[in-house]
């Protein structure tokens, strides 16, 4: 369903996998409504496990 109510076929394709500190990512994302392509988005840098405090992920009180 798209931002409208209206219901659509939505595709997602991933492609661009480059290996990063061993792992297969993609780097290029491109989305589809109906088939027409609606966004593309290119990833230029990829940094996993950076060591993020783990109070960044606690619940609000």
Known sequence: MNDSGVEVEEEEFRSDYKKVDGIMFPHSFTSFEDGEEIEKATI???K?????????????K
Do not use: A, P, Q, Y
């Not at 996993?48 to 609000?60: H, I, Q, R, V």
């Open 48 to 60: 996993f496990n950076t060591g993020l405090e783990d109070s960044l992920f606690e619940m609000s």
């Open 44 to 46: 230029t840098n990829v």
